[in-house]
């Protein structure tokens, strides 16, 4: 069974410094794309950029160039979600997901983590 | 490109049928529009990719249509289980882009 299962919530002081991750079984890692996605709270769907663990290429939205670094660990079949210095407008819950095959599209997602920046 | 859904609420009551609207800015490449369902509290989930493909294990009372900038998404008979919000998502270009949803509430 595919499984994406992401880190737990997180409570974090504005400026400081994120790493979140979402750790991947069931399928070969370095074969698909993973994305991350942001849904503030209350809000839509964001795309915040994908990543090739077998590549380790990374792709950004504009949006979030600069921002965030998205890297993957074909070791440990996991990628992840990082930040510098965190704001308090990046509070907001990110999901992983993994991309179909052939297409754009976010086919099985990870539950979701939780960051609250305060 | 923009994604507008509407409308942006849909009352209806469990075995009705809905009908959710997706609108792009300019024409979405190919056909390649996806759905999503997102229960409170849950993770979204694929419905529909390639604006009619149905995604492995998703019952056939939802059906999506549509191209260029149209698409439809249509779920045949409410089950208590279908109240939700849904979104569409292009992939014809980048960056990935999502419409601000519908949520499907009982009326």
């Known amino acids: 069974e595919v499984q994406l299962v992401q880190s737990g919530p997180q409570v974090k002081k504005p400026g400081e410094s994120l790493r979140i991750s979402c750790q991947t079984s069931?399928?070969?890692?370095?074969?698909?794309?993973i994305h991350w996605l942001r849904q503030m709270p209350g809000k839509g769907l964001e795309w915040v950029g994908i990543?090739?663990?077998?590549?380790?290429?990374?792709r950004y939205s504009s949006s979030f160039r600069g921002q965030v670094t998205i890297s993957a660990d074909k070791s440990i079949n996991t990628a992840y979600l990082q930040w510098n210095s965190l704001k308090a407008s990046d509070t907001a819950t990110y999901y992983c997901?993994?991309?179909?095959?052939?297409?754009?599209?976010?086919?099985?997602w990870g539950q979701g983590t939780t960051v609250t920046v305060s | 490109i923009v994604l507008t859904q509407s409308p942006g609420t849909l009352s209806l009551s469990p075995g009705e049928r809905a009908t959710l609207s997706c609108r792009a800015s300019?024409?979405?490449?190919?056909?390649?529009l996806a759905w999503y369902q997102q229960r409170p509290g849950q993770t979204p989930r694929l419905l529909i990719y390639?604006?009619?493909t149905r995604a492995t294990g998703i019952p056939d009372r939802f059906s999506g249509s549509g191209s260029e900038t149209d698409f439809t998404l249509t779920i045949s008979r409410l089950e208590p289980e279908d109240f939700a919000v849904y979104y569409c998502q292009q992939y014809g270009s980048s960056p990935l882009t999502f419409g601000g949803g519908t949520k499907v509430e009982i009326k």
């Open positions: 997901a993994r991309r179909h095959y052939y297409y754009d599209v976010f086919e099985i």
């Open positions: 390639d604006s009619s």
């Open positions: 300019q024409s979405v490449s190919g056909t390649y």
């Open positions: 069931g399928y070969s890692f370095t074969t698909y794309w």
């Open positions: 990543v090739h663990p077998g590549m380790s290429s990374s």
